[in-house]
């Protein structure tokens, strides 16, 4: 028996949620007796994985697109008892492919380790992650997509077997071009993020979110609107129709709170809110509010933080 766990990279490193992945695998395959195989196109040192609980490692030419990727995880995970897939961007999209593909149950924004295995059953967030539900997943080989920073990463012993493999992969889809975001910290990944909204009153009043979230070594991130506007790349657009994340710190900077905007970003540990609105929706969601000006308060913590830093 085994649990297969697709395993992605950033830039040549495997991402944190990856790590996490192979844990959550290997959780749910000690429960069962199975052994964890981690699939990956990184050429990064497969011991990193077996050091989470990687038993074998094996290492495709991976698809361009979700569907491509999705058959060839159908191939290697043939005989599998599950497999396992975090939340990220890619992971949504290949997460419901391989599942049409196998015909396999698939429990989507999952924040739980398995509680049983006949059958699985497992806590996922429901409606806009504003509920819990407990569900079980029948049939052979159900599919597992966690939210990323839910679970934790713990380490655990893997025999951490090598090989490679020749799977090629059928694409509906061609890739012609590509724009990879480099420099920055990856949004999904994100242990902190800052985030602003329309509060800024224009795009030239940025530097002032990205020297926070430079002390910080976070993200930054935006509101719908203000990607909608152009003020802010859509790859920075947080939220129900943009990224989800679930760091352990969010600051949000003049930013209402709309439900859609809320629904991207709720599974955040913590969430700090900076608005000169005391009646804005997001102080009801906040751990920490600031009622006040964006451009007073957000200079006075780049510099406090600054200087806790050279204290420490």
Known sequence: MSIVVFVEDWNGA????????????KNWASMIGAKVIAVTSSEAPAAELADYGADHCIQISLGQTAMGIAGQLEALSADASGVVIAGTSLGRSVAPALAAIKESALSTNTISLPLGTSPLQVKRGAFSSKGIETIELSGASPIISFVPNSIGIENA????VIESQEIPATELLQVVGTEVASGKVALPEAEAVVS??????GPENWGMIEELAEVLGAATACSKPVSDIGWRPHSEHVGQ???????NLYIAIGISGAIQHLAGVSASKTIVVVNTDPEAPFFK??????????????PKLVNALRAFKAAS
């Open 196 to 201: 602003a909204g329309r509060g800024l009153k």
């Open 241 to 247: 129709t943009g990224i989800q994340v679930n760091p």
């Open 285 to 298: 969601a906040a751990d920490y509010g600031i009622v006040g000006d964006a451009f007073e308060v957000v």
């Open 157 to 160: 012993s893997g025999e951490g």
């Open 14 to 25: 495997y991402k944190k949620a990856s790590f996490e992945a192979v844990g959550y695998a």
